[in-house]
């Protein structure tokens, strides 16, 4: 692995993700799951966009903007996010005039990360299944789920979904029991977003029961004000540092044991 003063050189604003991970070894791991997910992440924008699909091709390249915060990849979440707010807008000639841009700092921030890594080292995600209360952590991004992992892995069951289909799957599977005791909810998700979880999960009175925070990206009005027409515990805006997502997952736990 190289010096950290590598990624420097490389216009990555590494000070800034260092105050969100904390440190860099937890920087370094969580670095490794960025690498080994964002081809799958490009395969899915090319495929929506070849396909001119521009609702699910604001999804991924929304993820793909959170996860580039957090490295400090600012050029390409710069790029993710202007491409995420014209697609929003259905403006297709838009993304397709500027697609190859995105796609040429997609390749160098992986020869960045490729060659700052070096491939010398790997990390297991597995865990062992406890019999112990349960944090669900519903979100696309792989970096996301991961980075969450390592902070509450100690303490609480992990469950993970990477869509909508798989959170309402878990929620579903524990409506009888008391074990899931915080949600972790991304509103913008492939296949079923956060805002049909809700609504699920209002219609079938489980927000007490499961209480949920949103952690999402989308900063608008618009989302914001609609999320709180929710019985929700708290919204946490990406990218969050590891004191944010703590006391978050504290209140909520908290809100639990108070209903």
């Known amino acids: 692995m190289k010096d950290i003063n590598f990624l420097k050189e490389h216009n ?38 070849q396909e001119q699909d521009m609702p699910n091709y604001a999804i991924y390249v929304h993820s793909l903007k959170s996860d580039c915060k957090y490295f400090g990849f600012l050029k390409l979440a710069e790029l993710s996010y202007e491409h995420e707010m ?24 992986k020869e960045i990360v490729n060659e700052y890594l070096e491939d010398t080292t790997t990390f297991s995600n597995d865990t062992e299944s406890l019999d112990e209360d349960i944090i669900l952590v519903a979100d696309d991004s792989e970096v996301i789920r991961i ?68 952690v999402t990206g989308d900063s608008s009005s618009e989302a914001i004000n609609k999320a709180f027409t929710y019985d929700i515990v708290d919204m946490l805006n990406k990218p969050f540092s590891e004191s944010k997502i703590r006391d978050v997952v504290e209140k909520t736990i908290n809100s639990n044991k108070a209903s």
Request: aromatic share 12%.
């Open 147 to 214: 980075f969450v992992k390592k902070i509450f892995d100690a303490d609480y069951e992990l469950a993970f979904a990477k869509d909508g289909e798989e959170t309402l799957n878990i929620i579903k599977e524990h409506e009888n029991d008391n074990r899931l005791k915080a949600i972790l909810l991304d509103l913008n998700m492939p296949k079923v977003n956060g805002f049909a979880v809700l609504d699920y999960m209002k219609e079938h009175n489980l927000l007490d029961k499961m209480p949920v925070t949103i």
């Open 86 to 109: 014209k697609s929003k807008a259905n403006d297709y000639n838009y993304v397709k005039e500027n697609y190859q841009a995105l796609i040429e700092e997609a390749n160098n921030v």
């Open 12 to 49: 990555v604003d590494i000070n800034k993700s260092l105050e969100l991970f904390g440190d860099l070894e937890t920087y370094n791991e969580t670095l490794y799951e960025f690498k080994n997910g964002i081809d799958g992440k490009l395969q899915q924008i090319a495929k929506f966009y």
